[in-house]
C-alpha cells in the first residue's frame, strides 16, 4: 500500500489542476460570451450610427438647415472623427474575442491531456492492483499448500513417537517381568543355599 501513496498524491493534484482549468474554461466561456454580446452590440450600435451619419451627412449637403459652408463641413468633420471610434471598438472585442477562444482552445486541450494522463494512470493502477492480487493469490496457495505438508509431516512423526512410547511401554513391562523373574531366581537360590 505503500507504492500507492505517491499516485494517490499524483491523482490529488491531477485532480485538482484539472478542476482549475475546468474552472478557467468555465471562465473563458464566460468571457467569451459577453465579448460576443458586446460585439453584437457593438456593431448594432456602428450600424445605426452608420445609418445617422449618412442621414446627417446628406443633410450637410443640402443647407436647408441655414448652416454655412464652413459649418457643414465641421458637422461632417465631426461625424468623420466620430465614425471610426466605434469600429475600432469593434476590433478590439474581435481580438479580444479570439484571444478568449484561443485561451479555451489551450484550456480545452489541458483538459483533455489531463484526462488522458489520469485515464493512463488509473489503468496503471489497476494493472499493478491486479499484479498484486495475483501475487498473494500464488503467495497464499503456496503458504497453505507448504502448511499442509507440514501437518502431514507433523502427523507422520506424530504416529513414530506413537509406536515409540507402545514400544517402550512394552519394553517396560518385559523388564518388569524379567525384574520380577530374577528376584524369584534369588530367592530360590538363596532357599537353595541355605537347605
Known amino acids: 500500500?505503500?507504492?500507492s501513496?505517491?499516485?494517490?498524491?499524483?491523482?490529488?493534484?491531477?485532480?485538482?489542476?484539472?478542476?482549475?482549468?475546468?474552472?478557467?474554461?468555465?471562465?473563458?466561456?464566460?468571457?467569451?460570451?459577453v465579448l460576443t454580446a458586446e460585439l453584437r452590440l457593438a456593431k448594432k450600435r456602428n450600424d445605426s450610427f452608420d445609418?445617422?451619419?449618412?442621414?446627417?451627412?446628406?443633410?450637410?449637403?443640402?443647407?436647408?438647415?441655414?448652416?454655412?459652408?464652413?459649418g457643414s463641413f465641421m458637422h461632417s468633420r465631426k461625424t468623420s472623427t466620430l465614425a471610426p471610434?466605434?469600429?475600432?471598438?469593434?476590433?478590439?472585442?474581435?481580438?479580444?474575442?479570439?484571444?478568449?477562444?484561443?485561451q479555451?482552445?489551450?484550456?480545452?486541450?489541458?483538459?483533455d491531456q489531463m484526462s488522458a494522463e489520469i485515464e493512463e494512470l488509473t489503468g496503471s493502477l489497476f494493472s499493478?492492483?491486479?499484479?498484486?492480487?495475483?501475487?498473494?493469490?500464488?503467495?497464499?496457495?503456496?503458504?497453505?499448500e507448504r502448511i499442509?505438508?507440514?501437518e502431514e509431516r507433523d502427523a507422520k512423526f506424530a504416529m513414530k513417537v506413537q509406536r515409540i512410547e507402545e514400544r517402550d511401554r512394552e519394553r517396560?513391562?518385559?523388564l518388569e517381568r524379567l525384574e520380577r523373574a530374577m528376584a524369584r531366581i534369588e530367592k530360590a537360590k538363596e532357599l537353595l543355599g541355605q537347605g
Open 1 to 3: 500500500m505503500l507504492v
Open 5 to 33: 501513496q505517491p499516485h494517490t498524491w499524483f491523482i490529488d493534484t491531477t485532480r485538482e489542476t484539472n478542476s482549475f482549468a475546468a474552472q478557467r474554461f468555465a471562465d473563458y466561456e464566460n468571457d467569451i460570451r
Open 51 to 70: 445609418s445617422t451619419a449618412t442621414m446627417e451627412s446628406a443633410k450637410a449637403a443640402t443647407p436647408t438647415g441655414g448652416l454655412s459652408r464652413f
Open 85 to 102: 471610434t466605434p469600429v475600432s471598438r469593434e476590433r478590439e472585442l474581435e481580438s479580444q474575442l479570439a484571444q478568449a477562444q484561443a
Open 104 to 111: 479555451r482552445l489551450a484550456a480545452e486541450s489541458k483538459v
Open 128 to 144: 499493478q492492483a491486479n499484479e498484486m492480487v495475483a501475487d498473494e493469490r500464488r503467495e497464499g496457495a503456496r503458504l497453505r
Open 148 to 150: 499442509r505438508f507440514l
Open 172 to 174: 517396560k513391562k518385559r
